[in-house]
């Protein structure tokens, strides 16, 4: 499995404000998810411009169905369309 590491915990320097430093930290780790996504968002495209668009139902409840009980139990299907709308026969 590799070699595993241990750390030794590090006591707060004296006249550092603990909370300012982890909330510094945590909104750079934010900062860097978001760039993250940007990222990924740019390299996947435009999902509307994918063969088929929004051909895949919506995960939401359908509107005037009989039971929104027998709904929400769903079933073992996977919901997406194998092929386009305008292809299938």
Do not use: N
Not at 1 to 22: E, L
Not at 36 to 46: F, H, K, R, S, T
Request: net charge negative.
């Amino acid at each position: 499995m590799g070699t595993v590491h241990t750390f030794t915990p590090r006591k707060p320097a004296a006249g550092v404000d603990a909370r300012a430093a982890i909330e510094e930290a945590a909104q750079a780790a934010l900062d860097t998810a978001d760039r993250l996504i940007a990222l990924l968002d740019d390299m996947d495209g435009d999902a509307d411009r994918e063969d088929g668009g929004d051909a895949e139902p919506s995960l939401g409840a359908p509107d005037g169905h009989a039971s929104q009980i027998v709904w929400l139990r769903g079933s073992d299907t996977d919901g997406e369309l194998d092929q386009p709308l305008e292809t299938r026969s």
